[in-house]
């Protein structure tokens, strides 16, 4: 199935606005904090270690953690969150990751990473809003394996927001593997909007 987490599968949440100017309705801002997760999480496509897919709206996970494994046979998987921004009009406006971990092994096909898998890019428009995805004191270790495309420690791939990733590290062996296979990297495997990555490193093989 689509959209699965160790905590929630799919978080369509308020404070976003489409296109078109229209606010996405849903709920209040959701925070995750000193939260865990032991075990194995498997889905289709967008899936996290604690959520799967995050549409739109202001989310905070802090102190959290996730061990075990966490498998899809599509795209967009990550050890912490699947999805950001599940559709062109529906980016996640303000999401941060502070203080997290995962251990373990994540494995899937494209847009695999150890915190974030994708971040899908919003419409121009939205793009205009403001969205925003913040990591920060967040590691990896573990494995994080792809079969096609996009892998990294901590995104596989950044696309379509700002994203600051800050006091962050990765142990975690990243692989990519299959004939179409490109864009793999020990933070972050693929970035086509802006990101700034300040005091984080990368250990693992790659």
Known sequence: QNYAGGLIARAQLAGAKDANGTAIEGGKKVTIKNCSFKGNVKGRAGVGGLVGAIDAGEMTITNSTV??????????????????????????????????????????????????????????????LGAKCEIVRTCTMGEVNSSNSYAGGLIGAAQGIHQVITNCYSTATVSLTGATGKQIGGLVGTATDPVKISNCFASGDI
């Not at 494994?69 to 050890?79: A, P, R, S, Y």
């Not at 999805?83 to 251990?103: E, R």
């Open 67 to 128: 061990e075990g494994t966490v498998e899809n046979f599509q795209n967009n998987i990550g050890g912490i969150v699947g999805l950001l921004g599940s559709t062109a009009n529906c980016p996640a406006t303000d999401v941060k990751i502070d203080g997290c971990s995962f251990n373990g092994t994540i494995s899937g096909v494209s847009y695999v990473g150890g915190v974030v898998g994708g971040v899908a890019a919003p419409s121009e428009k939205n793009a205009q």
